[in-house]
């Protein structure tokens, strides 16, 4: 004898719709129609998340450390002790009657802020994976945030700076006022550097290895260690695409009262970052979509 066990009809029909409803439901995550755009990235509302990922990688990086902020002066100043040594001591390279460690220095101050801001925005994305797959803001925040949280490590070294020219006697001129510019034009060339490696790593993991490389080349490609005055001639109009190179002679003109940089390289530096910019916004927004699906 077979018996044939079936749910009640009420039962049934609950059990199929609510396998049914299981089947359809979907959240769909996209930005709020009430924002800023910024070459399609939305940033207006999102303020105070800028703020609070800012806040939280400055109180990662120094938790539990016994230097904290320290650490900030002591890799500008070391490096500063091996240029003195080697491009004072040994090549004799003429810094225009700057004494070379303030010369060196007052070159490596925002030039750490650009390498540490560039590498670390350029991981920023893969280190914020979880944040990443389970809420939807603007990712530009991400990498963005960490060019604003180096900040800290450049307020630090800078106020070593500001001792060493009271050492030496260094008293800028107006032109110091000259110097947020010079800072912004470093922040903007980390971000568009970082626009593009940032959005690179998440499918490609070699970019947290080849940055700390690029960093190294670039700097000795850069007037760090030496004046622009001993690139050749013929040389100097390339070489001033480089945008750092017009922030370092920035800086040593507005606290030193070096040599003023020269217009055209200033242009050709400010020209490149903005096409690295705008272009690193415009890939940074047609990958960004498939972040939270590879990182």
């Not at 959240?27 to 070459?39: T, Y």
Request: proline share 6%; hydrophobic share 55%.
């Amino acid at each position: 004898m077979h018996i044939e066990r079936t749910a009640p009809p009420d039962l049934l029909g609950t059990l199929v719709e609510h396998d049914a409803s299981r089947r359809r439901s979907a959240v769909l995550i996209k930005p709020s129609g009430r924002s800023l755009r910024l070459d399609g990235l939305s940033l207006g509302g999102y303020w105070e998340l800028l703020y609070f990922l800012a806040w939280r990688d400055v109180k990662v990086r120094y938790k539990q450390m016994a230097i904290g902020a320290g650490w900030a002066i002591i890799q500008p100043l070391v490096t500063m002790m091996l240029f003195t040594l080697v491009f004072s001591g040994i090549a004799n390279i003429s810094t225009g009657g700057v004494p070379y460690p303030l010369f060196a220095y007052a070159a490596l101050v925002p030039w750490t802020y650009f390498s540490l801001a560039m590498g670390r925005s350029s991981t920023s994305l893969v280190a914020n994976a979880t944040l990443l797959t389970k809420v939807y803001f603007p990712r530009l925040i991400i990498p963005l945030s960490a060019v604003i949280s180096s900040l800290v490590d450049f307020a630090a070294a800078f106020l070593l700076l500001v001792a060493m020219m009271a050492w030496y006697r260094v008293m800028p001129g107006l032109q110091i006022l000259a110097v947020p510019v010079f800072l912004g034009l470093s922040m903007l060339t980390a971000l568009a550097v970082a626009l593009w490696l940032s959005a690179i790593c998440v499918k490609y993991r070699d970019v947290a290895v080849i940055v700390p490389f690029m960093v190294q080349v670039w700097m000795f490609a850069s007037p760090v260690a030496y004046p622009v005055r001993l690139v050749p001639a013929r040389w100097r109009l390339l070489y001033s695409l480089n945008p750092m190179a017009g922030v370092l002679e920035g800086f040593r003109w507005a606290l030193l009262g070096s040599a003023a940089p020269n217009l055209k390289t200033l242009a050709a530096s400010s020209a490149g970052v903005i096409v690295v910019l705008y272009g690193g916004l415009l890939y940074f927004r047609h990958t960004e979509r498939g972040f939270a699906d590879l990182v």
